[in-house]
């Protein structure tokens, strides 16, 4: 169950993240409701990970989830650079995670 909460949490990271771009810096009051709503649950869900699971992995892992997430959502919805070594360097960061996973002991 932990790495169920991790992954929510990685994801609602992407959604703040896109949230923090769509409110022009808080001045649209519903999108910063649901901004800082989803920076709550994130962290409650981060904090229940890291309960049973060791905190370098499952911090590595949520920021990974949120990075890619956001790079992939700024490439597609916002049309942001698909430049060859920024996504090599994304390319990487999956790396990391995916190595992460297997080597963590839960």
């Known amino acids: 169950m932990a790495w169920i909460y991790v992954i929510i949490a ?28 989803g920076v709550i649950l994130s962290f ?3 904090a229940l990970g890291m309960r049973t699971l060791p905190m370098g992995t499952v ?6 989830i949120g990075v890619i997430g956001s790079v992939t959502f700024g490439i597609i919805v916002f049309g942001e650079s698909r430049d060859a070594l920024r996504l090599t360097c994304v390319a990487l960061i999956l790396i990391g995670i995916v190595g992460l ?6």
């Open 59 to 64: 911090y590595t892992i949520w920021t990974g």
């Open 10 to 37: 990685g994801l609602l990271e992407v959604a703040w993240t896109v949230g923090l771009k769509t409110s022009e810096g808080f001045t649209r009051p519903g999108i910063s409701v649901l901004t800082l709503a």
């Open 101 to 106: 996973k297997f080597v963590a002991k839960e």
């Open 44 to 46: 409650i869900l981060l």
